[in-house]
């Protein structure tokens, strides 16, 4: 079974002297993002379904939905599934059926930070109390693997979150129609507030000593294979903080943690800035693609508007 | 109609393509040479593994697959040429191109090649098939109600399909209509492939 590569010695060593001088191999500073790119489907039919790159790293997530029956225990509750299976195409590494540290990580901390949290008001996708309710799925897709790849799947989970439309109801009674997207203009979800995952790394300063740490946002793998540990951090742009998950063996001092969540909190920000702006544009382009057709669809007859007399 | 493909898009992966036609857009990519699991290995042989992933959904081996209805058979054409695109993308070693071709024949008998979704969902049968260069079917998988005449014409049909996306662009008969009705897709994008492969080479 193929593993991942791991940075020889030399590698290593290298790598942790250039952080240990402020540099990277790829010459940002330690902590920015590499460029990151959102894109929706360009089929204004299809909503909730995001192409996100943090430099090569890229994650697709789809979101669909349909009607089911909720669980006996929560009546007035829809159902909510994150599915982030790793499959070859991300990295050779991984293998479809057996289950990757990573992918326990990833699934176990998009839970918290977007399911537990409450982000996504569950109750606004029961249609009928213990009857009928949405079953709304995620699929997190990695299609490319470059380090970090908790943060760009949280952001285009939540991207896909924001952007996704589930058909109209209505109810009559018992009965229950679900429209089309041609029919009826979808709906959108419920979001109570918009968490993103932000991963600090860490990197010992002296060798052999685990005092002074050195934080890093943003690896690339290469980078994600020399730390000694990172630090997760959910937050949404008004600073709460939804969850902490710190992985490796080294001690964080509590300190730090609160350094940590201060800069994660300004990454939070420009994540929620670029989502903002992204969903505009995308709303503009199909409002355009749908006021030359809605001009087509229109039943209106044209008036003549007659010069008032005097 | 000529499906949209584009080379390589993933980093990581050996070789990747993602293909476009009227139906899909289905992106592959393939792994390889790498090392086999044990109970998968073969002693004279590479082990080939396939895995389906749907953008909803969980994956599933091919086997698993196909034994669904229409839209499976639909599909199918997709994802041969977009695999084919990808190991040739990968650099792995070839027996023979590879083309796949969807038809479907509506209620009055009229033979649709590459079908949209509104054909595909009202016609009474629907057929994907795949040739080699050397003209061997290699797929055969029908769906719906259908003659053995209408297979052979099918056939027949697709066959030339196959033949023209890679038939070599230089010919005669492409003039002698005047109007190109098929254009040898396939064969451009190798050739542009290859041809910006070797780019390097020539600048320096």
């Given at each position: 079974m193929p593993s991942e590569v791991t940075p020889s010695t030399n590698n290593h060593d290298f790598i942790l002297t250039a952080l240990r001088q402020n540099l990277r191999l790829d010459s940002r500073p330690l902590d920015t993002y590499r460029p990151i790119d959102l894109t929706f489907s360009s089929d204004p039919d299809t909503y909730g379904q995001t192409d996100v790159r943090i430099g090569k790293t890229r994650v697709l997530c789809n979101i669909s939905c349909e009607v089911g029956a909720p669980y006996p225990d929560r009546k007035f509750d829809g159902v909510f599934t994150i599915s982030c299976e790793l499959g070859?195409?991300?990295?050779?590494?991984w293998e479809v059926g057996r289950q990757d540290q990573t992918e326990i990580i990833l699934s176990r901390i998009l839970e918290k930070t977007v399911r537990r949290s409450g982000?996504?008001?569950?109750?606004?996708?029961?249609?009928?109390?213990?009857q009928k309710c949405f079953h709304l799925r995620a699929d997190i897709h990695i299609l490319d693997h470059d380090g970090n790849v908790l943060d760009a799947a949280c952001f285009a989970l939540m991207a896909a979150l924001l952007h996704f439309r589930r058909p109209d109801v209505s109810i009559e009674g018992e009965e229950v129609t679900v429209y089309s997207v041609r029919e009826r203009e979808p709906v959108k979800l419920t979001m109570t507030h918009h968490p993103f995952c932000i991963t600090t790394s860490f990197y010992p300063?002296?060798?052999?000593?685990?005092d002074d740490l050195i934080s890093v946002l943003d690896t690339t793998l290469q980078e994600e294979q020399c730390r000694t540990g990172s630090l997760t951090i959910s937050l949404n742009r008004h600073g709460e903080v939804c969850n902490i998950a710190k992985y490796g063996g080294v001690g964080i001092e509590g300190l730090s943690v609160l350094t940590c969540v201060n800069a994660s909190l300004e990454k939070a920000k420009m994540f929620d800035r670029l989502l903002k702006e992204r969903l505009a544009e995308d709303e503009k382009a199909r409002q355009a693609k749908i006021g030359a057709m809605g001009l087509e669809l229109s039943a209106e007859n044209e008036r003549v508007m007659e010069r008032p007399v005097g | 109609m000529v499906p949209e493909v584009s080379h390589h898009?993933?980093?990581?992966?050996d070789g990747s393509a993602s293909y476009c036609n009227n139906l899909f857009t289905i992106l592959a990519s393939v792994n390889g040479p790498i090392e086999v699991q044990r109970r998968d290995e073969l002693a004279e042989e590479a082990a080939i593994a396939v895995n389906l992933r749907p953008a909803a959904g969980i994956t599933k081996t091919p086997a698993l697959r196909m034994q669904g209805a229409v839209r499976d058979v639909g599909v199918l054409p997709g994802l041969v040429n977009a695999a084919f695109l990808a190991l040739v993308d990968g650099g792995l070693r070839l027996d023979c191109s590879v083309v796949a071709t969807l038809f479907t024949v509506t209620d009055s008998g009229v033979y649709e090649e590459e079908p949209d979704e509104k054909q595909l969902v009202g016609c009474k049968s629907v057929h994907a098939m795949a040739y080699s260069h050397r003209g061997e079917l290699l797929l055969n998988e029908s769906a719906g109600r259908f003659p053995w005449s209408e297979w052979e014409g099918v056939a027949e049909r697709a066959e030339k399909t196959c033949f023209a996306a890679m038939a070599?662009?230089?010919?005669d008969e492409e003039m002698a209509g005047g109007v190109v009705e098929k254009s040898p897709w396939l064969r451009h994008e190798l050739e542009e492939r290859a041809r910006v492969a070797v780019a390097w080479r020539e600048t320096t």
């Open positions: 070859p195409m991300g990295s050779p590494a982000a996504l008001d569950t109750e606004s996708l029961c249609i009928v109390a213990g300063s002296r060798q052999g000593s685990d | 898009p993933l980093h990581r992966a070599s662009a230089t010919g």
